[in-house]
């Protein structure tokens, strides 16, 4: 939604809530961690509320993940703790390059990446939770990634 406004006219967080709906005291909490990392301005007053800190094609995904304490966790070492595995199994390498994969998808995707064409904020899902015809949740990771799997 901030997305989408001029960053001269900051939204209240009743506004951000209605549009999003998300309870106002959970996002207002939200709101607040953003403004203090830096990817959102706080502004007081009766013409207050809050503003994305920079133009949207300047914010990605990842700045907004990592400002909210829910970045990419890689895994640098063997997650079950055992003491001999002084590298990363198969399984774990392949979780991690995994992982790098999602990290760099989300770091090179803007705000501005996930608008409309119009100016309009494309929905993810209808008010019910449902996702837009021509959408579906049942493909396979595999079939989403390219065939260089070298990394």
């Known amino acids: 939604m ?25 996002l207002q909490k939200i709101l607040r961690t953003l ?15 809050f503003a994305l800190a920079k133009v949207p094609s300047a914010i990605s995904v990842l700045d907004v993940l990592e400002a909210a ?25 392949l979780l991690d390059a995994e992982l790098a994969r999602a990290e760099r998808a989300f770091a090179s ?4 990446d996930l608008l409309d064409g119009d100016g309009g904020i494309r929905p993810l899902c209808d008010a019910l939770g449902r996702f837009p015809v021509g959408v579906t949740t049942s493909r396979r990771v595999s079939d989403t990634l390219p065939d260089n799997r070298s990394e």
């Not at 001029?6 to 999003?20: K, L």
């Open 2 to 26: 901030l997305a989408t406004r001029a960053t001269d006219r900051p939204a209240s967080a009743q506004e951000i809530a209605e549009a999003t709906r998300v309870p106002v005291g959970y």
């Open 35 to 49: 403004a203090r990392k830096g990817v959102l301005t706080a502004h007081r007053g009766t013409n207050g509320g």
């Open 69 to 93: 304490d829910a970045g990419i966790q890689r895994i640098e070492r063997c997650p079950l703790g055992i003491k001999g595995h002084t590298t990363l199994c198969s399984l774990h390498r």
């Open 109 to 112: 995707t803007s705000l501005a």
